[in-house]
């Protein structure tokens, strides 16, 4: 079935203009993703994971060297790449179905097909009964399974996940890992995943990226030999964890925050004719 | 101690009646003030502090709003008031929408247009009434011209901000699922500025409520404020005051109907945001 979904980064990087000076946040990521892995990315805040994930879905395109999902080179957005923000992005005007509905608005699927995927990827996420609720009305773990159905329901090559956990309370985010699993199997699909939980990166992952910051770049890639589903107790993982916690063992540079990045442009991006 | 928490809960009502008694006692205490003025004028009419001429009774204000009502003036002349907030709120709302929805979408028309427009908005809408006269002369369309201006103003102003405000991340959406621009328009940028759009609206109507009836006091023959004209120059204060009445509680009605049309439409608003 995941014959697709092999994606492979090759000498990226990419900088931002800070004061006329271009400033690095990606240095030569290079990286083999086979289809149906999941990978974890996982690094201090500033490391740029969140901005290879955002080269990644397609939402920016400046950078240097190349990223290939199959073969072809990415290039803007597309509905072969599913993407969960960690803040969830869901639109309050409407209710689950269709905002999971909003995926497929450029789908070639007919209306009743449309239905069925919907449908489908509601019950994956084990939220049957609640299509009809408003985002207002949902948890934030229930927000956060929405925005993975409304990621899947196009039958993605690739699932990125920007943190998706981030901002939930432990337990339920315990809880949504080990969902994650179980979708991630049913579904086989390849998937990304930027954390800075090293718990969740060692648990979930098939391989851990492990990222450094400025300028961000691979520090290593350690991979997690034990077979999926796994027993979050298992004192492998936690050998991994403490072998990975390791390389952040020294203390943070204290250093004032740099400029950010700037947030990309909203109107500018589409070409207007007036 | 605990013997008081017992007794207060022997008392608790009903929730749905206690929830009645609440809003019903809240009305009851905006009522407090104007009954207490309407007490005051009262006592001073009938002790004659102030010479009837000058301060009609209440009653004789209640008394000539009936006249009005059952001669037909007062609904013929509210009918050709209401007509024109109608036509001059349909003209300004679209333009304002039109106008801020476009600003709102391209930081170059914002550029464009939004100094003037600021300019132009600025100078109250009695301040474009001579001016008006003199191109449009003093019929229907100086009425309708001076209420779509007044009401083009904060609907614009209030969609342009509504849309400015749209989190980044929801446009990002719109573009990871492909949207065209139009698409982004409807299904995203409309919607999530709703909210914004629909007080540029309300602000709107009320706008041109208050417009209409300061243009009928300057240049009219109908309508509700030529009927205060016309007390004030036979000086009957009492026609003047009844005018006054039905102004601010057609006004009010507006208002209110604006806002529980805008309560239902927009169910999702109350704890989104």
């Known amino acids: 079935m995941s014959a697709i979904g092999t994606l492979s980064l090759k000498h990226l990087n990419k900088s931002y203009p800070v004061k006329g000076q271009p400033l690095s946040v990606l240095e030569d990521i290079s990286l083999d993703i086979q289809p149906g892995e999941f990978i974890s990315i996982v690094g201090s805040s500033g490391c740029g994971k969140s901005t290879l994930l955002r080269l990644l879905i397609g939402l920016e395109d400046q950078f240097d060297g190349e990223i290939l999902l199959d073969g072809q080179p990415v290039k803007g957005p597309s509905l072969e790449r599913g993407i969960v923000f960690q803040d969830h992005r869901l639109f309050p005007w409407l209710t689950v179905e269709q905002n999971v509905a909003l995926a497929l608005e450029n789908s070639p699927l007919s209306e009743a097909d449309k239905r069925d995927t919907i449908a489908q990827h509601i019950e994956l996420v084990s939220l049957t009964g609640f299509e009809k609720a408003y985002p207002h009305q949902l948890s934030g773990g229930m927000s956060q399974r929405v925005a993975i159905a409304r990621g899947l329901v196009n039958r993605p090559r690739i699932l990125l996940l920007d943190e998706p956990f981030g901002a939930l309370d432990a337990l339920t985010r315990a809880h949504l890992q080990v969902e994650l699993q179980r979708i991630w199997q049913a579904e086989g699909i390849t998937t990304v995943l930027v954390t800075h939980d090293v718990d969740e990166a060692v648990f979930l992952g098939d391989r851990v990226v492990v990222m450094q910051p400025r300028p961000g770049r691979i520090k290593r890639i350690v991979p997690v030999p034990l077979p999926h589903p796994r027993v979050r107790g298992d004192v492998r993982l936690a050998a991994l964890r403490d072998d990975i916690l390791a390389d952040f063992s020294d203390a943070p540079r204290e250093t004032l925050i740099e400029q950010p990045a700037p947030l990309p442009q909203r109107f500018e991006d589409f070409v207007l004719a007036w | 101690m605990t013997s008081i928490p017992r007794s207060v809960s022997a008392l608790r009502l009903p929730p749905v009646l206690a929830g009645y008694l609440t809003a019903l006692s809240r009305g009851l205490l905006a009522l407090l003030l104007p009954l207490g003025l309407l007490l005051l004028w009262q006592l001073i009419a009938e ?206 009605v507006l208002d209110q109907g604006l806002q529980l049309l805008e309560r239902h439409l927009l169910t999702w608003r109350n704890s989104a945001y």
């Open chain 2, 47 to 252: 002790q004659q502090w102030i010479s009837p001429q000058l301060l009609p009774p209440p009653t004789q204000v209640l008394d000539s709003l009936l006249e009005l009502y059952s001669s037909g003036e007062l609904a013929s002349n509210l009918g050709i008031s209401l007509a024109r907030v109608l036509w001059g709120f349909a003209a300004g709302s679209a333009a304002g929408l039109l106008l801020g929805v476009a600003m709102g979408l391209s930081p170059r028309v914002e550029a464009y247009l939004l100094p003037t427009f600021k300019a132009i908005s600025l100078v109250p809408v009695i301040g474009w009434v001579p001016l008006f006269i003199l191109f449009v002369g003093i019929e229907e369309s100086l009425k309708v011209l001076v209420i779509a201006k007044a009401v083009m103003v904060p609907v614009a102003i209030n969609a342009m901000k509504g849309i400015r405000n749209v989190p980044v991340g929801f446009f990002e959406v719109a573009r990871l699922y492909r949207f065209s621009l139009w698409r982004t328009v409807r299904k995203v940028v409309l919607p999530a500025a709703l909210p914004s759009l629909a007080n540029g609206l309300r602000l709107g109507l009320s706008n041109a409520w208050m417009a209409l009836v300061a243009v009928e006091l300057l240049a009219s023959s109908e309508g509700i404020g030529y009927l205060m004209v016309y007390g004030r120059q036979l000086f009957q204060l009492d026609l003047v005051m009844a005018t006054m009445v039905v102004i601010g509680v057609v006004g009010l």
